[in-house]
């Protein structure tokens, strides 16, 4: 047993010698920057990744792309691909690539905001337009959008499921948007508290096709009423967790040594 550990740790060994001198040849360095640059800096996890939920597809080499996930300098979990914790510093120096990295999220994250803020603009007019069509405009007229002003609700929309004699609001919206049609967003948690509260009242309306330039899109909103139960546990959706908060439950100064 002990031979054939020591067989094992030595094999471990020359697989990251290889690794890393596959990195650091010269030969493949444009291809694996050509692959690597569909990744994206994910602070939470500490390394690269890419993600299948973004639409970006892997450019390159497909025969140095497996080779590095053979290697296990890249490492697959589902539908991301992730840099191996012990190649993140050679692969984050290949012609500065961890600038361009943290750069390029940036960039995502600011584009990823705007076309949300256009998307909550659109499914407002979307909604107004829907109530008038039944007969409910004085309902139309005081849609509202509160994500600008209570962040914390859970949902970014007010509206109305039909006419209300009492003009209360029935109809919770949480608005989701995306420059492409693949119907993929981020839920957090707070808005999955809220939709399980709120159950058949909470919607989720997700607007692809946005193009940010002329603030528009050619799509209809897909609408999912009661998320909670609509989409936990049903096989046609995957939920991919993407971080674990911690808290330490006890002040520092009290957590004896």
Not at 4 to 11: G, L, P
Not at 186 to 210: H, P
């Amino acid at each position: 047993m002990q031979i054939r550990a020591n067989i094992t740790s030595s094999q471990k060994i020359k697989k990251k010698l290889v690794a890393k001198e596959f990195i650091l040849n010269k030969e493949f360095l444009k291809d694996i920057h050509k692959i690597i640059i569909s990744f994206n800096a994910n602070e939470e996890l500490g390394t690269f990744v890419w993600s299948q939920s973004d639409g970006i597809p892997i450019e390159g080499n497909r025969e140095i792309l497996n080779l590095m996930l053979q290697l296990r300098i890249l490492e697959k979990d589902k539908t991301i691909i992730l840099v191996n914790q012990e190649y993140v510093s050679a692969i984050a120096s290949l012609k500065g690539l961890e600038m361009l990295s943290l750069k390029k999220l940036r960039k995502l994250i600011d584009k990823k905001i705007e076309i949300g803020d256009i998307a909550e603009d659109l499914i407002v007019l979307h909604e107004r337009n829907r109530l008038e069509s039944i007969g409910a405009i004085e309902e139309s007229r005081l849609v509202k959008k509160i994500s600008e002003l209570n962040v914390s609700a859970g949902y970014d929309i007010l509206s109305f499921d039909a006419k209300s004699l009492g003009l209360k609001y029935d109809r919770f919206i949480e608005a989701k948007g995306s420059s492409n049609n693949l119907i993929s967003f981020d839920w957090s948690y707070n808005e999955v508290k809220t939709a399980k509260k709120l159950g058949q009242k909470y919607w989720i309306y997700f607007l692809g096709g946005v193009n940010d330039k002329k603030k528009s899109s050619k799509e209809k909103p897909f609408m999912i009423q009661d998320p909670f139960k609509t989409i936990i546990g049903n096989p046609n959706f995957d939920l991919e967790y993407s971080g674990l908060k911690v808290k330490l439950k006890k002040p520092l100064e009290m957590i004896k040594n």
